[in-house]
């Protein structure tokens, strides 16, 4: 058995499980970590991001893309600690990523050593499973154990903690196994006699709806869905992860539901008498007032995690089990189903009540920018979104065909997330075309990351939706708080064009239609770097529709309530 240190061990072990990249920033509890990738004799990439939440980002958004696990490294202390936003927003959207953080020396643990967190502690209400490493020798078996806890089931963090010394450690490479994971259970086959209660719900009902939320992307199931939507002639709608679980450009389509989702979608929901969900939570903007949610509808919930059973609504019946093979059991159970009144009713709304916005001839209304960005890259690129206006807009705008194709912040609603997962998909996708929007204070919580974006090279195209405001907030104080505007005004943001610029890559502005078109053009065309672009848009434009939080599709709001009221 060949000895080396706990270090070099942790990179064959990361190497075994197929890790070709790392995201992260050094620091004293993982010099050892960093003096092993000096060498580096298993390939493994480092990128340098400038801040710890990048680096999560990071791999969030690499692992999205690909569906491989992200991995992210940080010091000890802060170094840690500034990984929490990242780690919880990829618990909360069922992301697999490791997270290893360095640690202090083992005799030091616990008496508030310099640069000492306990990040076990902070990080355990989001994370699927944490390690703080001991035992040098464990380091394979905890590496490998980390990857399969983080990849299978429902996805999620894992966080590997490494005391300095342990790294140092010299240790006699054994090869990892994975004996026996007490507590941990991959859910098993779905139940045949559930499949078989579903397909005769779905035989029996008269307006059903699939509801597909992200755990088809997760389950790649998205085959199985048009399968099962085809042979019973069904109608579908997504949550904001489940874009590309069925294409958004297929007229069976409803688009995204729930607080600014379709309003045809949202009263498809609302009217349906059975939903079959399908890797979806029913979070509350998706459901808003529990009460009147779906009042006529039974439900066929399918999800890998049993925690999501009932947790929300209760199902008439559960299926707990991987998507992909539940669906594929109930299309062979189910039997083929003919169209009637309720599809041609579902037409007909989408017919009558589409997403609309008063065009401008001179400014740029933002719902306008995302479907010229649809039109020109055909629906193709891999579009990542902030948090905001502009995120709503773009699943709105931006139809989505394939899955892994559209990356956003759903469940903890991450500002900063944007940049920094781009910059992940595409080290993750190199020859995909990587677009981001983002609004003009998203982008400035991790607007540092374009100097990572430099440094790779990495050809993001990064369109800054600039209203000067918190729009979303501003959007909300407007509405529903008489127009007292509070926090929200961003009046001293930079010129994008020069920051980006400033970190040596590649700026361009567009303040009216006319320019627009030249923009977009040129933005595409830059092959060797990042591409920033400052779309500078209406301020005062509003997401719609929009039902208020904590009401039904009864209350929505197709356009701004003082101009006529809800809908």
């Known amino acids: 058995m060949p000895s080396m240190k706990g270090a070099e061990a942790l990179l064959k072990a990361l190497a075994g499980e197929g890790v070709d990249t790392i995201f992260g920033i050094s620091g004293g509890a993982v010099i050892p970590i960093h003096d092993a990738l000096y060498d580096n004799p298993y390939g493994i990439r480092h990128i340098l991001t400038r801040h710890e939440q990048g680096a999560a980002h990071m791999a969030d958004g690499y692992a999205r893309a690909t569906g491989k696990v992200g991995v992210c490294m940080a010091t000890s202390g802060p170094g840690a600690t500034n990984l929490v936003t990242g780690i919880a927003t990829a618990n909360m ?34 994370v699927k499973h944490s390690y703080l490493v001991q035992d040098p020798q464990a380091i394979p078996d905890i590496i490998h154990e980390a990857f399969y806890i983080a990849g299978t089931g429902r996805p999620g963090p894992v966080l590997i903690d490494m005391p300095s010394d342990v790294s140092m450690s010299e240790i006699e490479w054994e090869e990892p196994r994975l004996d026996n994971l007490r507590g941990y259970r991959v859910p098993r086959k779905p139940n045949a006699r559930q499949i078989k209660e579903a397909a005769a719900l779905i035989g029996q009902s008269q307006r059903p709806l699939l509801y597909i939320g992200g755990g088809v992307i997760t389950a790649g199931a998205h085959e199985e869905v048009r399968a099962l939507a085809d042979k019973c002639g069904l109608w579908v709608t997504n949550t904001l992860l489940g874009k590309g679980g069925f294409p958004e450009t297929d007229a069976r389509s409803l688009g995204m539901l729930g607080m600014h989702g379709t309003a045809y979608a949202n009263k498809a929901m609302h009217h349906c008498d059975l939903i079959i969900a399908v890797g979806a939570r029913f979070d509350d903007r998706v459901t808003g007032d529990l009460e009147r949610f779906a009042p006529e509808a039974a439900v066929i919930h399918i999800d890998v995690d049993p925690a999501e059973i009932g947790k929300s609504v209760h199902p008439n019946v559960p299926i707990v089990g991987d998507a992909k093979q539940a669906l594929a059991m109930l299309v062979e159970a189910v039997q083929p189903r003919e169209g009637g009144e309720w599809e041609r009713t ?6 009558d009540n ?52 559209f990356l956003s912040s759903g469940g903890l609603g991450t500002m900063g997330y944007g940049l920094p997962a781009a910059l992940g998909a595409q080290v993750g996708c190199p020859d995909a075309l990587v677009v981001l929007i983002a609004g003009d204070g998203s982008i400035q919580m991790n607007i540092q990351e374009l100097a990572t974006a430099c440094r790779e090279q990495l050809p993001v195209k990064v369109f800054i939706f600039n209203n000067g405001w918190l729009g979303m907030v501003r959007q909300w104080q407007e509405l529903l708080f008489e127009r007292r505007y509070a926090g929200v005004d961003l009046c001293c943001s930079p010129d994008f064009v020069a920051v980006a610029e400033a970190y040596g890559v590649k700026g361009l502005r567009a303040r009216r239609k006319q320019e627009l078109e030249d923009v977009i053009s040129a933005a595409l065309e830059v092959r060797d770097t990042t591409c920033v672009v400052d779309i500078q848009i209406e301020p005062e434009e509003n997401v719609f529709p929009m039902i208020p939080a904590g009401k039904s599709a009864e209350d929505i709001w197709l356009e701004d309530p003082g101009k006529g009221g809800p809908a």
Do not use: C, N
């Open 346 to 351: 579902l037409a007909q709304w989408k017919s």
């Open 354 to 405: 589409p997403l609309s916005y008063e065009d401008s001839e001179e400014g740029l209304k933002p719902q306008y920018v995302v479907q010229r960005l649809f039109e020109r890259t055909r629906g193709e690129a891999v579009l990542v979104t902030d948090v905001g206006q502009h995120q709503m807009w773009a699943a709105q705008y931006y139809l989505t065909s394939q899955p892994r194709h």
């Open 93 to 126: 959207d069922s992301v697999p990523i490791v997270a290893i953080t360095g640690q202090v020396k083992r005799p030091a643990i616990g008496k508030d050593a310099f640069q000492e967190t306990d990040i076990v502690g902070i990080t355990m209400p989001i």
